[in-house]
């Protein structure tokens, strides 16, 4: 199973971000207001820089936002209360929002452009949507089905990289993006089939 980038990176982002999130409990934020704060700032971000082709300012302002995403686990874990099945069932339900509010963003601005990419980026949005669900559809089954290429992290990852490298002109930066996307997004879809099917 290829060792994935979140897993990797995980150790050192938690020391990093921890005192952070001990001082948002201590000034009275919670982990669910977190989550809110920095997922409605995302989407409307996204909703209305990209379509204006405004992508470098809108993928910094996004990505400001998208980090809430580490505080609120964060805070979940440290606090006295501890994590909760509600906030976890919370924070995976407005991921999956947030993800596609990106794309929903980007293929606004390919429609208003006609540009040959808009079959991809629709391609890498259902991919995208397709991962989680087999995710969670396996463990209703009681099937653990984590792995794949590209988790939620890498594929973020990719895609602010390629919008904000369009914004600033880089040369393909959004085709080879919105192509790695969907490609890694699918063979992800068709790894955790195969997990479902070996464990069925």
Not at 99 to 125: E, K
Not at 142 to 165: F, K, M, Q, V, Y
């Amino acid at each position: 199973m290829v060792v994935m980038l979140s897993a990797s990176l995980k150790p050192a982002v938690t020391r990093a971000i921890n005192p952070i999130a001990r001082g948002a409990l201590r000034v009275g934020l919670t982990p669910n207001a977190v989550t809110f704060i920095g997922a409605i700032g995302l989407i409307i971000s996204a909703l209305y820089f990209y379509p204006r082709q405004e992508f470098f300012i809108g993928t910094l302002v996004i990505t400001f936002f998208a980090l809430s995403d580490l505080f609120d686990g964060a805070m979940a874990r440290i606090s006295a209360k501890g994590a909760s099945k509600w906030g976890g069932f919370l924070d995976s339900t407005i991921d999956r929002v947030t993800d596609s509010a990106i794309l929903i963003g980007l293929i606004l601005a390919l429609i208003d452009t006609a540009d040959p990419l808009l079959s991809v980026a629709l391609g890498a949005l259902v991919a995208g949507t397709l991962v989680p669900y087999i995710r969670a559809k396996a463990e209703s089954l009681g099937i653990e089905c984590s792995g794949g290429i590209a988790e939620r992290t890498e594929r973020l990852i990719i895609a602010l990289t390629a919008i904000g490298l369009e914004g600033l002109g880089v040369p393909y930066a959004l085709a080879i993006g919105v192509w790695a996307l969907f490609i890694l997004a699918a063979v992800t879809v068709f790894q955790r089939i195969r997990i479902v099917k070996a464990a069925l």
